[in-house]
């Protein structure tokens, strides 16, 4: 188990420092039908678009190692666009809710009325609608917006960053902040296991101390000899830990594997799951207000097409299908080393939205949670790689057992050999030693209690007198 702690001598060490899974992120839209009509009332109506699908490059910088069996180092990502493995190109257009006007807008829902009806005029004025149409890589990565100056000046501070907005415009060439996490050089059991993001110990984002903890790993590795029962992670995406339930034990191309799953719980309200309570304010069970920790946008993230959410969340809305097959999430664990083989983790970002009075653009817009993109992260041990984890964890393992079993086989029969060979001995040397006479023993004198031996010891007197 050497080989599992974080430690440049270890074999596993260049597999955490760049990490040899192809990745791959997988991007859906919702596509909105009927924006005119949701404008005036009516059921947004969706249509799934995609996937876009992305090759990732995940590698660690900053790799610092400390004195208290910790190491820090920053994680970046590289996204990098497969036109072969989509459905569609960066350049298609796509109706999406426009999501910097419509979340201003409930942002700015307590706000004195004059101030929303000056961005109302302001809106007006740059043609800013309720609804956009843009290309798959501007929604994505960012286009330039005079909306987002226009809003600093009428609400200092509101939205808190200049330049371009895109939903995913920090994700790319970017790092999750800075994790510290244990060696396991001196407690194997530790091993991977965060001890800081960011310098902090736990999070402020949240209600409760219990929902700000920092707990389990950072999500690549775990500690070896795992249970079957659950596994932590913090996901800086979430701004949360996240706990995993065991489903099943299974093999992913030989290699015995637990799978792990999320539990109906994970984004249940609190009222369902008073323990959530914390992430609150919530609404329906199925989504998590991430507002806190996204700039205060009317932001939620749930699983793909509501799956295990509240079914009022589907209901309204048309053209979701939720399935456990297209939209769990899983991973896939070796359990004796704590390494992933394969895994498919699975999130959508929705954006309530609604009618705000005083700002015209809204219009009546009845509220609803409107998914706007789901997103697989899928990668799997394959190539040479998983030869070397089969071979050195499954191959020979298995082949010393074999070899157990034959070397007590073979012992059997060379027990029983040399039995026979050592009785066969014995019987020589005993056949071979000198005989020497024996001598005849008298008879037991008779007596009272054995009547025919002193009836045969008389005969044999009265015999030898004639």
Same mark, same amino acid.
């Not at 005079?146 to 600093?152: G, K, Q, R, V």
């Given at each position: 188990?050497?080989?599992?702690?974080?430690?440049? %001598?270890?074999?596993?060490?260049?597999?955490?420092?760049?990490?040899?899974?192809?990745?791959?992120?997988?991007?859906?839209?919702?596509?909105?039908?009927?924006?005119?009509?949701?404008?005036?009332?009516?059921?947004?109506?969706?249509?799934?678009?995609?996937?876009? $699908?992305?090759?990732?490059?995940?590698?660690?910088?900053?790799?610092?190692?400390?004195?208290?069996? /910790?190491?820090?180092?920053?994680?970046?990502?590289?996204?990098?666009?497969?036109?072969?493995?989509?459905?569609? !190109?960066?350049?298609?257009?796509?109706?999406?809710?426009?999501?910097?006007?419509?979340?201003?807008?409930?942002?700015?829902?307590?706000?004195?009325?004059?101030?929303?009806?000056? #961005?109302?005029?302001?809106?007006?004025?740059?043609?800013?609608?309720?609804?956009?149409?843009?290309?798959?890589?501007?929604?994505?990565?960012?286009?330039?917006?005079?909306?987002?100056?226009?809003?600093?000046?009428?609400?200092?501070?509101?939205?808190?960053?200049?330049?371009?907005?895109?939903?995913?415009?920090?994700?790319?060439?970017?790092? !999750?902040?800075?994790? /510290?996490?244990?060696?396991?050089?001196?407690?194997? %059991?530790?091993?991977?296991?965060?001890?800081?993001?960011?310098?902090?110990?736990?999070?402020?984002?949240?209600?409760?101390?219990? +929902?700000?903890?920092?707990?389990?790993?950072?999500?690549?590795?775990?500690?070896?000899?795992? &249970?079957?029962? %659950?596994?932590?992670?913090?996901?800086?995406?979430?701004?949360?830990?996240?706990?995993?339930?065991?489903?099943?034990?299974?093999?992913?191309?030989?290699?015995?594997?637990?799978?792990?799953?999320?539990?109906?719980?994970?984004?249940?309200?609190?009222?369902?799951?008073?323990?959530?309570?914390?992430?609150?304010? +919530?609404?329906?069970?199925?989504?998590?207000?991430?507002?806190? +920790?996204?700039?205060?946008?009317?932001?939620?993230?749930?699983?793909?097409?509501?799956?295990?959410?509240?079914?009022?969340?589907?209901?309204?809305?048309?053209?979701?299908?939720? !399935?456990?097959?297209?939209?769990?999430?899983?991973?896939?664990?070796?359990?004796?080393?704590?390494?992933?083989?394969? +895994?498919?983790?699975?999130?959508?970002?929705?954006?309530?939205?609604?009618?705000?009075?005083?700002?015209?653009?809204?219009?009546?817009?009845?509220?609803?949670?409107?998914?706007? #993109?789901?997103?697989?992260?899928?990668?799997?041990?394959?190539?040479? $790689?998983?030869?070397?984890?089969?071979?050195?964890?499954?191959?020979?393992?298995?082949?010393?057992?074999?070899?157990?079993?034959?070397?007590?086989?073979?012992?059997?029969?060379?027990?029983? !050999?040399?039995?026979?060979?050592?009785?066969? &001995?014995?019987?020589?040397?005993?056949?071979? &030693?000198?005989?020497?006479?024996?001598?005849?023993?008298?008879?037991?004198?008779?007596?009272?209690?054995?009547? #025919?031996?002193?009836?045969?010891?008389?005969?044999?007197?009265?015999?030898?007198?004639?």
């Amino acid at each position: 188990m050497q080989n599992v702690r974080i430690d440049p %001598s270890s074999v596993s060490f260049s597999m955490w420092k760049d990490i040899p899974v192809p990745f791959y992120m997988s991007v859906y839209f919702f596509e909105v039908l009927n924006p005119k009509e949701v404008l005036r009332g009516a059921k947004p109506v969706l249509n799934q678009r995609g996937p876009y $699908v992305y090759r990732e490059f995940r590698y660690k910088t900053n790799i610092t190692f400390h004195d208290n069996d /910790t190491v820090s180092f920053l994680e970046y990502r590289k996204l990098f666009f497969q036109p072969d493995m989509s459905n569609g !190109s960066e350049e298609e257009y796509i109706v999406v809710p426009n999501v910097l006007m419509m979340g201003a807008a409930v942002m700015m829902e307590n706000l004195p009325n004059f101030v929303k009806l000056l #961005l109302s005029g302001a809106l007006a004025g740059l043609k800013q609608e309720a609804f956009m149409n843009r290309t798959v890589g501007e929604i994505l990565w960012g286009y330039e917006d005079p909306l987002i100056d226009t809003i600093n000046t009428l609400v200092p501070g509101l939205i808190p960053f200049k330049g371009k907005f895109g939903l995913f415009v920090e994700l790319n060439n970017s790092n !999750s902040g800075l994790f /510290t996490v244990n060696t396991g050089m001196k407690n194997i %059991s530790r091993v991977h296991m965060v001890d800081s993001w960011n310098g902090l110990k736990k999070v402020n984002y949240w209600r409760s101390d219990e +929902c700000n903890m920092i707990n389990g790993t950072a999500g690549e590795m775990w500690p070896p000899f795992m &249970s079957p029962t %659950s596994l932590e992670f913090y996901s800086p995406d979430a701004c949360r830990s996240m706990t995993l339930v065991y489903e099943q034990s299974g093999k992913f191309e030989g290699v015995p594997t637990y799978r792990f799953v999320a539990p109906k719980t994970l984004f249940a309200n609190g009222t369902d799951y008073p323990p959530n309570e914390g992430f609150c304010p +919530c609404m329906q069970s199925g989504i998590q207000n991430v507002s806190t +920790c996204r700039l205060k946008a009317p932001m939620f993230i749930s699983h793909p097409h509501f799956y295990n959410a509240d079914p009022t969340l589907v209901d309204a809305v048309e053209g979701l299908h939720p !399935s456990k097959d297209q939209h769990a999430l899983f991973l896939d664990v070796h359990p004796m080393t704590g390494i992933p083989m394969n +895994c498919s983790i699975k999130l959508q970002l929705n954006l309530y939205i609604k009618q705000v009075s005083g700002i015209i653009q809204t219009g009546k817009i009845k509220p609803v949670v409107l998914p706007l #993109l789901w997103f697989a992260e899928s990668g799997s041990i394959e190539g040479s $790689v998983l030869k070397q984890f089969y071979t050195n964890l499954v191959l020979i393992p298995t082949l010393l057992d074999y070899l157990q079993y034959i070397f007590l086989g073979l012992s059997v029969p060379l027990v029983i !050999s040399a039995a026979v060979l050592m009785a066969r &001995s014995q019987r020589t040397t005993a056949e071979k &030693s000198p005989r020497h006479p024996t001598t005849q023993t008298k008879p037991s004198p008779s007596s009272e209690t054995t009547p #025919l031996l002193h009836d045969a010891g008389t005969l044999s007197q009265d015999d030898a007198e004639a």
